[in-house]
């Protein structure tokens, strides 16, 4: 495959998989049983700022990669689009789904939310562009202070939590579901969405660190 076919079609995934990621968080808060753990942060700043969901998750993407700067990470084509592109698509099924009467409805709305955002999740990271800035926070803290993987994630995720249930932000069954089900559910799919005729791992070798970036990453929740 030509290369500039194939680099084509990797922007396509990331876009795709960004897409989807919106969406995925969407589907989460209109159904009302608890969301992740970022989105709980989300959702308690929407409390405190007259800005939209979507507005909120662009510049606190932004905020996030200012940590960045001390991890000493490096943001790529992919952690940029990310932080721009995951918080209009979520406005925008935010605007065309309603929040379910009744719980069946809502419980379900959940689960197809919690499968969309691993199977995104997967998408994105594939593309092979970089990590997102809230995946990248977590690799930082794991490759420059040399805490597990499960330690820095447990941590970040503990004090968003923490402060967005604090500000306001809605916590329930879903959240503890979603922070131990989205690694496992991630991990299988991220070898299919690396097979692509146009994937990079089919053209170059990967080192170990980035083998570890890519395992780190498919860790979110």
Do not use: C
Request: hydrophobic residues 55%; aromatic residues 10%; proline residues 6%.
């Amino acid at each position: 495959m030509p290369r500039s076919t194939a680099l084509t079609l990797r922007f396509v995934q990331l876009f795709v998989g960004l897409f989807l990621y919106g969406a995925s968080t969407a589907l989460q808060v209109r159904a009302v049983v608890g969301v992740s753990s970022w989105t709980v942060l989300t959702e308690g700043l929407e409390n405190v700022v007259p800005w939209s969901f979507g507005v909120i998750t662009v510049v606190s993407s932004g905020v996030i990669l200012l940590f960045w700067i001390p991890l000493r990470q490096k943001p790529g084509i992919g952690t940029l689009l990310n932080a721009l592109a995951i918080g209009p698509s979520a406005d925008l099924v935010l605007w065309l789904v309603p929040t379910p009467s009744e719980l069946l409805g809502r419980v379900l709305l959940f689960v197809a939310g919690l499968v969309l955002l691993a199977v995104a999740t997967a998408f994105y990271i594939g593309a092979g562009f970089g990590t997102g800035a809230r995946d990248g926070l977590m690799v930082g803290l794991h490759e420059r202070l040399g805490w597990p993987v499960w330690v820095a994630r447990t941590v970040i995720e503990v004090s968003v939590v923490i402060v967005g249930w604090f500000l306001g932000g809605d916590v329930g069954a879903g959240t503890v579901v979603a922070a131990f089900a989205i690694g496992p559910m991630v991990q299988p799919l991220m070898p299919v969405f690396r097979r692509f005729p146009w994937s990079p791992e089919r053209t170059r070798a990967t080192t170990p660190v980035q083998e570890a970036r890519v395992a780190a990453a498919s860790e979110v929740a």
